[in-house]
């Protein structure tokens, strides 16, 4: 049985970070999700960075009582969050994008109860799972891929799951590889966890987890079944897009850190990768085999996804070297989304 203190023991705080710039098309959506948490609203912060909106963001961030920073002078929406974690009160920090749904109303109390309980687990990572806003594609690259690309899925290691204890799942990576991209869309860390790795330093989503793994947490949790809507894109047209502005990313990461994750011992080198999705065979082979395993037709986006991530490569590759010294070039190349919130 619970003693007393641990029944009167006091709410932690929890901060919901959220970098956007010409969000207004999406962003709504979002906060509504943070505002239908059954969590203390009294416990809840929300930050949003902005990086120059021109379009009404920052008043929609207002009016769901979230505090706006003025961040025009970050390059990107990874420092935008460094610049926001600096500012960030909570206990808890979650990391949400503009086009991120919470899934379900109890997902951030589960993530931090199971936090509590489990202090050797860095975070809490969140499915993610189809919506009914969703295009097919969409829902194909963040469901069936949950990485929403062909590339990255193919360059990434399958995680342990070691146990389920009710709706608590723990999971970790195989030994001696980081090649997962761990940390963003809803992930829930500890604020003192981000502060002994320097995060408000050094950030960048998917190094921080791996930071962590590095120091020893090796373990993550999962709430079974919950987690975020990922509206990632909506069409081929803005795949290629992101994938051109995603992988701009890639080389400025890789120049600034000197480490990203998809060289963290990955399953396959990159060149072999981009071999498959242009082969035709490995993207029809696992097509089919898709369609199949999980009597899923929207498996049907592999073959064009898969085409589409190369383009992708080469456009950013091409890009960055046309444009290497703009300081905004990647939140330039960021696409505007348009979602219509729920009623």
């Known amino acids: 049985m619970p003693s007393n203190s641990e029944n009167f023991a006091p709410t932690p705080s929890v901060t919901f970070i959220i970098p956007v710039l010409n969000a207004a098309g999406i962003l709504e959506n979002c906060l509504q ?12 912060e ?23 920073i003025d961040d025009r002078v970050s390059r990107h929406m990874e420092d935008s969050k460094k610049v926001a974690l600096a500012r960030a009160g909570g206990e808890f920090i979650v990391f949400v994008d503009a086009d991120n749904e919470l899934t379900h109303p109890d997902y951030v109390r589960l993530a931090v109860q199971a ?11 969140g499915y993610y799972l189809p919506s009914s806003k969703m295009t ?25 799951r070691l146990e389920r204890a009710g709706d608590v ?18 992930f829930v860390y500890r604020k003192a966890d981000l502060d002994s790795v320097q995060a408000k330093e050094k950030f960048q989503d998917t190094h921080i987890a791996m930071f962590l793994m590095q120091a020893g947490k090796r373990e993550w949790l999962r709430i079974h079944g919950r987690g975020v809507h990922h509206y990632y894109v909506d069409t081929l047209w803005n795949f290629l897009r992101k994938r051109r502005r995603a992988m701009v990313h890639f080389l400025n990461v890789r120049s600034e850190f000197g480490v990203v994750w998809l060289q963290e011992k990955p399953p396959i080198p990159g060149w072999l990768a981009c071999f498959y999705c242009v082969s035709f065979v490995g993207p029809v082979y696992h097509t089919v085999l898709g369609v199949f395993r999980d009597r899923d037709l929207r498996w049907l986006w592999h073959l064009p996804a898969s085409l589409a991530s ?31 919130p729920k009623p």
């Open 136 to 160: 097919s594609l969409c829902a194909y690259l963040t469901r069936r891929l949950h990485i929403s690309d062909p590339i990255c899925w193919l360059m990434s290691v399958n995680p342990i």
């Open 310 to 340: 190369v383009a992708g490569v080469v456009w950013g590759y091409v890009t960055h070297k046309r444009h290497s010294g703009e300081q905004k070039l990647v939140s330039r190349l960021q696409p505007r989304q348009k979602l219509e």
């Open 33 to 44: 999700s943070i505002r239908r948490q059954d969590y203390p609203l009294e416990k809840i």
């Open 46 to 68: 929300i930050i949003l960075a902005d990086g120059g909106s021109t379009d009404g963001t920052p008043e929609i961030g207002k009016k769901y009582g979230a505090v706006v």
């Open 169 to 186: 799942e723990r999971w970790m990576l195989p030994p001696d590889t980081y090649s997962y991209p761990l940390g963003a869309n809803g």
């Open 115 to 125: 936090l509590q309980k489990n202090p050797q687990a860095l975070g809490v990572e």
